[in-house]
């Protein structure tokens, strides 16, 4: 069985550009969360959606956004993009009826210049 | 608010000692899940166990045990003889009773074991 792809897994930017970042999760787990992970602040959870519709989310600024599709695929974004937004972006997914049994992705290094 | 609070960033072990890591938990919610997930080198978090706060069994899967103590707010976790292969950061978790993906860890705490 396949686990939690994320894409891409680095990438480069600078200030005031925006990203996206890729999500494909487990086969049939239908919720799929977002977190971030910096040395300073750790993980911190950004959102999560099931069946394309946000159930959770962070305190984060609404530069930040998230989407799920139809085939559990999910995306987010972040515009603007400020310094301290360089991290690793983890995404998880999860199945009914586990609770908090997260399956994590490699993450998405992003670094802004 | 919910907030974990691991005291130790990082402990050091030589091979077969054992070592326990301490979890701290804070929460108004009665009912609420504690979590142990693991980071090796390579990157990727691995889910290792979960209780939920009526259950305060202690658990042992192997050379892992679990401490879950209501009146300390604490969820600790025994590695016994440890080996170089569990040099990981380790997080301890906590969410409310949904149960969804959102969860509140801590800081993590970097144990290495050294042969």
């Known amino acids: 069985k396949a686990g939690v792809t994320q894409t891409p897994r680095y990438l480069i930017k600078t200030r005031g550009q925006q990203v996206t970042l890729s999500c494909s999760p487990i086969s049939g787990h239908r919720s799929v969360s977002w977190y971030q992970q910096t040395p300073g602040q750790g993980l911190q959870f950004l959102f999560e959606y099931f069946s394309e519709t946000q159930r959770n989310k962070g305190n984060f600024p609404g530069r930040f956004s998230g989407r799920q599709f139809s085939n559990s695929r999910s995306e987010m974004n972040v515009s603007t993009l400020e310094l301290g937004d360089s991290a690793l972006y983890l995404c998880a997914s999860k199945r009914s009826g586990a609770p908090g049994e997260l399956f994590f992705g490699e993450g998405s290094r992003l670094t802004v210049l | 608010a919910q907030k974990v609070t691991q005291a130790q960033t990082e402990i050091s072990v030589v091979e077969k000692e054992d070592v326990t890591l301490d979890c701290v938990y804070e929460t108004r919610d009665t009912t609420y899940y504690l979590f142990w997930y693991k980071q090796p080198p390579s990157g990727e978090l691995v889910f290792l166990i979960r209780?939920?706060?009526?259950?305060?069994q202690n658990e042992i899967s192997g050379r892992y045990s679990w401490n879950f103590q209501k009146s300390t707010s604490s969820f600790n976790f025994t590695i016994t003889a440890s080996q170089v292969v569990d040099s990981a950061v380790y997080f301890c978790?906590?969410?409310?009773?949904?149960?969804?993906?959102?969860?509140?860890f801590g800081q993590g705490t970097e144990l290495s074991v050294k042969p």
């Open positions: 978790a906590l969410s409310d009773a949904r149960g969804g993906g959102k969860l509140i």
């Open positions: 209780r939920n706060s009526f259950d305060e």
